[in-house]
């Protein structure tokens, strides 16, 4: 299996990593379990979660993915051969958000109590806090390095704009910098990360694993019609916001390469991630293990300069 090195960091990674997002959520405990040992089974290292998964679903802390997490790591044993990422910073109470210097510390040891683990590969801000000035939750990250706690830090829905002031504070203070972001990115969300946000990524060398790798299930082909909106949770969502017009049309493109690659949707929208240039590996979920190993082959998939030109011109 190929790795990946997550910009400068030191950590290496698959080129695809397991989202967690459904983890006590659309999946059960039990699901999850088999869900992690069929992407560990098949080669895959590195799991992206959060403190705030699934705080949205009604009756949850957000805090059901990470200890869903750590328990099947007490059971798997291997901590080593995992690349285990998470974040703080997503509200999960009105006193517990943002990227505080003390809301940091404070959160980062609910975190390390789940996974049941005395450290974290990747901490990343899940997502920017205008609130307070760039550099303070690198210095709280700098602390958490120096205690063994982290090893290195990411980025997670912030501006070209914050992004750039964080990385030159962290240059200029001596500070940590943020080694990758995670950004929304896929076949249908292009735009607002390749014109402002990429560049700014390969100039400094970060890694970038992108969220929603298959458009929150769009891209596997799974929703076509209103019809298939009922399929899912998630489905009144994808509708809203993909199936139109520019969605049917991707899907199309999608199809065309599937068919001649003798593969699924899921793997050519994959594979065309891991293909493009700045991109270190795509986020997916997946709700069982049999979803997990139709998604494993796309590590496999290499697409022609005519099917990427394809899906280009169908996805700009």
């Not at 990422?85 to 943002?98: F, L, S």
């Not at 550099?135 to 700098?142: D, K, M, Q, V």
């Not at 599937?258 to 709700?287: D, E, F, Y």
Request: glycine share 10%; charged share 20%.
């Amino acid at each position: 299996m190929q790795h990946r090195e997550l910009g400068r960091s030191g950590l290496r990674i698959t080129p695809l990593v397991l989202g967690t997002n459904v983890f006590g959520w659309t999946i059960d405990e039990a699901t999850s379990f088999r869900v992690l040992d069929a992407f560990v089974a098949g080669g895959g290292n590195a799991l992206d979660t959060a403190h705030g998964y699934s705080v949205w679903v009604p009756g949850h802390q957000g805090t059901e993915s990470e200890t869903i997490i750590g328990k099947w790591l007490r059971q798997h044993g291997r901590r080593d051969d995992l690349v285990l990422a998470t974040k703080v910073g997503w509200e999960v109470a009105p006193d517990q958000k943002g990227l505080s210097k003390a809301h940091i510390l404070r959160t980062v040891e609910g975190s390390l109590r789940r996974l049941q683990t005395d450290y974290i590969d990747l901490y990343q801000s899940h997502k920017d806090d205008p609130t307070v000035p760039v550099e303070e939750p690198l210095e709280a990250y700098a602390q958490l390095i120096r205690e063994g706690k982290v090893r290195a830090i990411g980025a997670s829905n912030f501006s070209a704009e914050r992004l750039s002031q964080a990385l030159q504070a962290s240059e200029q203070q001596g500070l940590p910098r943020y080694e990758s972001l995670q950004p929304l990115y896929n076949l249908y969300d292009r735009a607002d990360f390749e014109q402002h946000l990429l560049p700014l990524c390969r100039q400094h060398g970060l890694g970038v694993i992108p969220y929603y790798g298959l458009a929150a299930g769009f891209l596997t082909g799974k929703y076509r019609s209103a019809a298939d909106l009922q399929k899912s949770p998630r489905g009144g969502g994808v509708g809203q916001k993909y199936l139109n017009e520019k969605g049917l049309r991707i899907l199309a493109a999608v199809d065309a390469v599937a068919q001649r690659h003798r593969a699924t949707p899921a793997q050519v929208a994959l594979a065309w991630i891991m293909a493009r240039p700045g991109l270190t590996a795509p986020i997916a979920s997946a709700t069982s293990a049999a979803q997990v190993q139709e998604l494993l082959p796309a590590l496999q998939l290499a697409l022609s300069e005519a099917d990427m030109q394809e899906l280009n011109q169908a996805s700009s």
